[in-house]
Every structure is written in C-alpha cells, then in structure tokens.
C-alpha cells in the first residue's frame, strides 16, 4: 500500500527552539508537496492557547497552509498527546484513508513506536548534527517503489 500522507513532528524534527529549520527541513516540505503527498502535522504544543502562539514559536516564514488544514493536529486543540495512540489515530482518521498510507516522521522512537502499533509506517529522523533529512525523500521513493 503506497504511502499518501506524511504527517511530521515539529521539535527537533522540522524546527529546533531557537526558531530556526532544521537543516534540509523546509526544502525536503517542498519537495515532498511536488511529489504529490499531503503533509501534515502532530505535535504537543503543552498549554499554549491559541494557534498564533503556536506559530510564534516557529521560524518567522514557516507556512502552516503547506500542511493540510485538518491534518494539522496540535495538542493543545485536539485534547491529546503524543504519545497516546489517541492522537495518532485521530490523524488517520482525518486523512480518511487507511492506516497503511500514512507515514509519521520524528526523531522520538516512542512516538514513531505509537504510530506504528496503530498501522502506520514511522521513519525515525537523525537530529543534527546527524540530519538525514536530506535523504529523506529518496527513502520514501525507495519504499514506494518496493509496496
């Protein structure tokens, strides 16, 4: 079964605290989009509350419309967390498609964990200064090609 949605991590994934993008972040986003695939995200955001103090923790030009608009899953809206199956299954079932075509990425092995127990696939992504980010895509393509 072919891969359709990515759903991302934020911190330490895409983006650090500092504000900045990790590195090959914003362009493997961009990439992934020409390839067809809807992004999304699932995040714990703790108690902050509302959207905007959300994004201004993020990079000044991170753009949160290259994210489906109901595949982004922020904790702090949903009422769940990583990494309770709940929030996972959620995504998936906002994707309306089966568990098999979605794909989570982070760096946290428990979540990547979660997310497989329910059906999804998981890469687990390297942090800098190790970032595999940049190989990311072929990954993807490669597995595609094997499903």
């Known amino acids: 079964m072919p891969i359709s949605v990515i759903f991302f991590d934020l911190g330490d994934t895409l983006v650090n605290s500092a504000r900045h993008w990790?590195?090959?972040a914003k362009p493997l986003l961009h990439s992934l989009g020409q390839h067809g695939f809807e992004l999304g995200i699932i995040s714990n955001t703790g108690n902050l509350a509302s959207r905007q103090a959300i994004l201004?923790?993020?990079?000044?030009?991170f753009d949160l419309t290259v994210f489906g608009a109901n595949l982004t899953l922020f904790s702090s809206e949903v009422g769940k967390a990583k990494p309770d199956r709940a929030i996972f299954a959620e995504a998936v079932s906002r994707t309306g498609k089966p568990p098999g075509e979605c794909l989570y990425c982070s760096e946290n092995i428990v979540e990547t964990l979660m997310a497989q127990r329910i059906g999804m696939h998981s890469l687990r992504?390297?942090?800098?200064p190790n970032s595999d980010?940049?190989?990311l895509l072929q990954r993807i393509l490669e597995f595609q090609a094997l499903a």
């Open 22 to 24: 990790l590195p090959n």
């Open 56 to 61: 201004d923790l993020l990079p000044s030009d």
């Open 125 to 128: 992504v390297q942090t800098p």
């Open 133 to 135: 980010l940049d190989t």
